[in-house]
């Protein structure tokens, strides 16, 4: 038997895809002891001539995904006439072939691994994507001495479901419960685990739907099962012995959407209701929103207005309020005083000048007045300037007292 590669084909497949990365086959039919195969991410052939293993190696992947009992590849039946059907057990005991004794007419049954014979027996299967996502797929159990039969085997099965690689060589790591014979089960194994994530379980059924959901395979039991079914029959291309019977299985199914539209128009319903009510909620939201800060301000104000109202409170003495306008009228007057006290001095500043401009002026308008004289002028002239400016300046003060008596 070979194993070829195909070069992947990056525009089949999104990177989030989970794709067969590795199988490990633990004393399985004729692989004795633990064996590994690594899977392309771009898909694998398994080629080679009749008997060296290849539908072996598809049954034991059968053998950890589809349901019990398993409906191994019909190439793998045990006869030459293909009546037997191989099952879990022939794989875990390595059934070779039946001898018949014509004289006692008995029929024997050889093994790789015979009764009176303890080990491990089962498969594995991890999927990943190029995200770094990884799950591994396990079916496993302990073939006792005594173990005689399918029963027994199916009795014995513990599967499990690790988020991440898990090799099979773990498996001696196990050691057994109390005094039970059998090392393998689904406590022992546990302890392996990491119990927040991973799973491990006696029910087939229940690996199933964990590994469906993960791996993004059909929506309920139903549809995984199809799914589940197909694929077998799309990796063990021998399977398929009519493509009639193919499309009848697969592709077609009962038209459920008109026997179904009652339920499709309540769900629709129920989903307008909903958002009719997640419309008005968000509307109120929308609406209540400001509410907060407004209560923020609201509260503010109310406390200053409490402050101020105990300002008029009087506490055996005059009131805080009254305090507070005394101190602002004694700022003001303060600052009053010293106004009218500079403008004061600024004003008898500009007096003395006018004064001293004014006696300046008559000094000079006195000798303007002799030199005339002297000249030959009229000495009358001189009086006459006299009179006409002591007018003048009568006139000025009846006006400034007339204005301060209307004041």
Known sequence: MSIADTPPDLGMFHSGQYRIEQVQLLNWGSYAGLHRMPVGRGGIAILGPTGRGKSTVLDAMAAVIMPNPQEFNRAARDDSRQRSERTVYSYARGKTDEVRDAASD???????RPLGQAFPSGAAITWSTELGQTVTAVRVAWIGEDTASQDDVTQASVYLLVQGRFDLSRLSEVTREGTSQNPLTRGSLARLLDP????????????????????????????????????????????????????KQFVLVQPQALSRWETTLATYREASALYDVFETTRKKLDVLEAVPTLADRYELAGRDGSAKRRLLVDDDGPSRLRVWLAERVGSWVSGEVDRVTTEKREQGERRRRAQADEQLAFRSREQALARISELGGDPTQSLREHVAAAEAELAAVERTRGRLAAA
């Open 106 to 112: 008995r029929t024997t049954t050889r093994f790789l």
């Open 196 to 247: 927040a994530h991973d799973l491990a379980t006696s029910s087939q059924p229940e690996l199933r739907v964990r590994l469906c959901g993960q791996l993004g395979i059909g929506g309920s039991d139903e549809s995984q099962l199809k799914a589940l079914t197909l694929l077998r029959r799309a990796q063990a291309s021998k399977g398929v012995f009519s493509i009639d019977d193919l499309f």
